[in-house]
């Protein structure tokens, strides 16, 4: 059986009966810091939504989610996504952070095909982001990005990409609608 849960304002997560059925959990909150506690009991969960304005670091907690597949995660000041391990995830949304720095090991993630880390302090992305092959679409709308030195044989599945709101300088956005045949850039 498959359930979807929506918890506002949430205390505590713990209920092992509950926990069995849900696969996809969203979790609201306008003054928690920090997920609560429980959420290691959700083994089954194949999407996480977590809307915590107030949330100052990555919940690492949900490494130890290891059937998820969609997480998303949007407001709050989280600044660091740290080490990831999910061999399932597809679909990544961490939007409205205050996220400078990526560990490495997040583009690891051989299987994610969708990627938004719009809205956050993006300034560069390092080499080995172009292990993303699947991506099919990617947004880093809103983002201080200095360049995007990659090439679209990179990311041969792309099919969506979009810089909003990024002052890249002219060589670069020459670069780009040319290397990905976008139409225009602010």
Known sequence: MQARLIIKDP????????????????????????????????????????????????????????????????????????KLNWPNLKKVMITQQQIHLIDPSFFELFHLEELSLASNKITHLPANFKNLHRLKRLNLDSNPLQNFNFKKSDFPCLHSLSFDQVKFNEEVKSYLKKEFQLWSLE
């Open 11 to 82: 205390q505590g997560l713990v209920n092992a009966k509950l926990s069995d059925q849900i696969t996809d959990l969203e979790l609201v909150s306008k003054e928690l810091t920090s997920l609560p506690s429980g959420l290691e009991n959700y083994q089954h969960l194949k999407k996480l939504s977590i809307y915590f304005d107030q949330l100052l670091l990555f919940p690492v907690e949900i490494r130890l989610l290891r059937q998820l597949e969609f997480l998303k995660i949007i407001r709050g000041k989280i600044q660091i996504i740290p």
